[in-house]
């Protein structure tokens, strides 16, 4: 019976548990040599010997020329040697790299085995790469605090602040520039307190009166051409005048002889009283009543002082009511206007002969 092959099996190791303490210790010390790390670039003398000439595979008698060729040979052998000890740095990065993550990897697995659940806090909103360490909050989703940046300039916004605009992060300036509402008197952006205006926006400073460059108080403002004016200024630069005072119309007004009127001001240009029954005669542009627009055409009865409207008599400078055209002592009615006259007043003929013949 031939002898079999027995194989000795190692003694089995008992498989240690890393400790939640093991592993961070563990996790430091690899942070620390990756902070720490250096390039270790190995420094290259200068050298102002042109490049080695490869040797050629000719028979040479002369014996100094076989010891250079075999002296180059064994410098590109030394040159080999320091490559394969000095591996590409963005190798090492990279090692180191996937060794954090295989530890991040295995402490929370040991952590999840002791009991201690852990949850991941997410994929960045920006990259898509899990969040292992600090992070921000914001707009409904989570990111490193890195890739947290304002939309336009690309500067962290995480710890300055940011403002929002259709789900998309922005830092103070570039928002205030792209979307802050302008000033329609400065063009500037507006920050805080804001006034709507003529379908417009103002800084509450830059809203005044565009004649007298006062604010606007509790009485508002008015508004010509585009332009927001006092309502004292706005009286006084665009309102119709009063044509009896000359003063600006605000309210109520009444237009009559060619002008406009506050109510109080349209009277008599002669006795200056209101006109009772609402009619008035117009000369010269000046409203009068019935009695002074008589007397100013010299149509007053020279006997009892009323208008004449009617028919007339015409005598001594004067004009009668034909009922009034009177005998000046008998006080008889003179017949077809046949009369004497005796210190501008007239007589009948018999009067007349009696008194003065």
């Known amino acids: 019976m031939g002898a079999s092959a027995v194989r000795v099996l190692p003694t089995p190791v008992e498989a240690e548990v890393m400790s939640p303490t093991t592993a961070t210790r563990e996790l430091d010390s690899i942070m620390n040599e990756l902070l720490s790390f250096d390039l270790g670039l190995p420094e290259q003398a200068p050298t102002s010997n042109p490049p080695p000439i490869a040797c050629k595979l ?20 030394n040159a080999e040697a320091n490559k394969s ?23 929370s697995s040991d952590m999840e085995k002791m009991g ?20 921000i909050t914001a707009l409904g989703q989570v990111w490193h605090p890195e890739h947290f940046v304002c939309t336009e300039c690309r500067a ?19 928002y205030q520039n792209l979307f802050a509402p302008r000033c329609s008197y400065c063009k500037g952006s507006i920050i805080q307190n804001i006034l709507t205006a003529m379908d417009q926006t103002w800084h509450p400073e830059h809203f005044f009166c565009s004649h007298c460059g006062d604010l606007f108080g509790p009485e508002g403002f008015m508004e010509k051409d585009g332009k927001p004016y006092c309502p004292r200024d706005f009286y006084c630069l665009f309102a119709p005048k009063c044509s009896g005072c000359g003063e600006p119309v605000k309210e109520n007004y009444l237009s009559a002889a060619n002008g406009t009127w506050h109510p109080d001001c349209f009277v008599c240009a002669d006795c200056l009283k209101p006109f009772k029954d ?3 005669l117009e000369m010269d542009g000046r409203p009068l009543c019935s009695q002074h627009y008589h007397s100013r055409q010299g149509t007053l009865c020279g006997t009892c002082g009323e208008p004449i409207t009617g028919r007339c008599i015409a005598a ?26 005796q210190g501008g007043k007239p007589y009948c003929s018999v009067c007349h002969t009696k008194l003065f013949q």
């Open 278 to 280: 609402g009619c008035f």
């Open 316 to 341: 001594l400078d004067r004009k009668f009511h034909p009922e009034h055209f009177l005998c000046a002592f008998c006080l008889r009615k003179l017949s077809q206007g046949v009369f004497k006259e």
């Open 156 to 174: 962290e916004v995480g710890t300055c602040g940011f403002f929002e605009r259709d789900g998309k992060p922005y830092c103070e300036t570039d």
């Open 116 to 135: 201690v659940h852990t949850a991941g806090k997410g994929h960045c909103a920006s990259c898509g790469k899990i969040i292992a360490g600090k992070m």
């Open 58 to 77: 000719i028979k040479d008698r002369n014996p100094a020329a076989t010891t250079q060729c075999d002296s180059e040979k064994q410098a590109g052998e």
């Open 85 to 107: 000890q000095h591996p590409p740095l963005s190798g090492k990065i990279s090692k180191s790299v996937d060794a954090i993550d295989d530890l991040l990897g295995s402490l």
